[in-house]
């Protein structure tokens, strides 16, 4: 028996007046997808449980088995073990991201957050900009006296450690959840040691706003990577094994680092594909050969597919359309063939971690529907696979449950009231 699990990163979301009342998920053509649903179990399920962040930080914890009422320390440690950091007692980690703040004289408090990934800026770019900063000698200064070091990497994703840090009473906020607004409302606050912060992010903008790197980004008709924007903090963490919980190991394909680092912190094994980029515009053929090849060699394997999610954070919705279709044409319905021709009998767990919503580019912490696929059965429920068959469905509180319903330790139903 083969498990698959796939997660389509913020495909989920409410009616758009755009697609004629309907969600991406009504709109899109997924035929495989939906015929699997007609014959497997649809319903909801709530991966974000209040009060915690409604993102994919939650979400996938929730999705990989792990309450994160009781395992969420922050999203950015969990990052960090995907690329081998070694947080130090007392160590804290942020997400420092490149982003795109509004043109003009007006004060930086006045200036809009236009984009969270600085216009999903290349690989090349993203190191020469977070290079300009780490090359001035003011900004290097500022950074020592934080005992903060920041890890580049080629994307708009940048890590930060900060040493004997106290992140106790600092309000940080994802600059996705408010893009198009005024960003001074949103920089860090709450205390004293918020201003570390704040003061870093301040000076990055004063550098980079007409320094080479951006303006011939701004000259080539591309957003400038004209800012910092530090979020996503937290203190080490210690997940439990998933041979032990689950009884087979396995892998995680993914082109985010949030995801490896879950699995990694999980035991399984990390699998990177090179073109795999976060965007509409990854290395669909790549992840399905490896995801394929994982299944060979293990009995479980996750698909993570983060473009759903980009293309909503962009306001880009025939991309949002497209990215879950071939979510479907791409990547389940090859991978289902395979598997049907092998003569392998196989369960799959498909949903979307949260909602991404169309209407605010940000995320959504409400339930999302979930799929489970049986090869060796016909339920006969003859659903299709969007929010409202979800709504019609099964009830899962507990998102962390369901990859016990996928290994069939429990049945996992609730009714709704």
Not at 216 to 241: D, Y
Request: glycine share 10%; aromatic share 6%; proline share 7%.
């Amino acid at each position: 028996m083969k498990y698959l699990l796939v997660i389509g990163d913020g495909m989920a979301d409410n009616p758009v007046p755009q697609l004629g009342g309907k969600t991406p998920l009504q709109a899109a053509s997924i035929p495989t997808i939906d015929r699997m649903a007609a014959r497997g179990l649809v319903g909801s399920v709530v991966n974000c449980p209040k009060p915690l962040p409604a993102g994919s930080e939650t979400a996938i914890l929730s999705i990989f088995g792990c309450d994160p009422r009781r395992y969420f320390t922050g999203r950015s440690p969990m990052e960090a073990a995907a690329v081998g950091i070694q947080m130090l007692p007392g160590d804290a980690a942020f997400r420092c991201n490149l982003v795109t703040l509004e043109d003009g004289d007006m004060p930086l408090a006045e200036k809009r957050i236009l984009s969270h990934s600085a216009g999903s800026i290349d690989g090349e770019s993203a190191l020469a900009s977070i290079g300009a900063l780490l090359d001035d000698p003011r900004f290097a200064a500022a950074l020592a006296a934080a005992e903060i070091e920041i890890h580049r990497f080629p994307a708009f994703r940048q890590l930060a450690i900060q040493h004997h840090s106290d992140i106790r009473g600092i309000r940080f906020t994802p600059p996705h959840d408010h893009l198009d607004e005024k960003a001074g409302p949103y920089f860090p606050t709450g205390n004293s040691r918020a201003e570390t912060f704040a003061h870093l992010m301040r000076l990055a903008h004063e550098i980079l706003d007409h320094h080479p790197v951006t303006e011939a980004r701004r000259q080539a008709g591309k957003l400038p990577a004209n800012g910092i924007w530090f979020w996503a903090e937290g203190t080490a963490v210690e997940l439990p094994s998933f041979q032990e919980q689950y009884g087979c190991g396995g892998a995680v394909v993914s082109a985010v680092p949030l995801c490896h680092g879950i699995g990694v912190l999980r035991g399984l094994e990390m699998v990177e594909v090179e073109g795999a980029t976060g965007e509409l515009d990854t290395n669909f053929p790549g992840k399905l050969e490896a995801v394929w090849d994982k299944l060979q060699q293990y009995d479980f394997a996750c698909l993570h597919l983060e473009a759903p999610d980009e293309c909503t954070h962009n306001g880009d919705l025939p991309g949002k359309v497209q990215a879950i279709e071939w979510l479907d044409s791409r990547l389940v319905s090859p991978l289902l063939a395979r598997l049907e021709q092998a003569g392998e009998d196989c369960r799959i767990l498909l949903l979307s971690d949260h909602k991404t919503l169309t209407a605010t580019r940000g995320h959504d912490g409400d339930p999302v529907p979930f799929l489970i696929y049986d090869s060796r059965r016909d339920t006969g429920r003859g659903c299709v696979y969007d929010e409202p068959s979800g709504e019609a469905g099964l009830f899962v509180e507990d998102g962390s449950r369901l990859l016990d319903m996928l290994f069939e330790k429990q049945a996992g139903e609730t009714s709704r009231a």
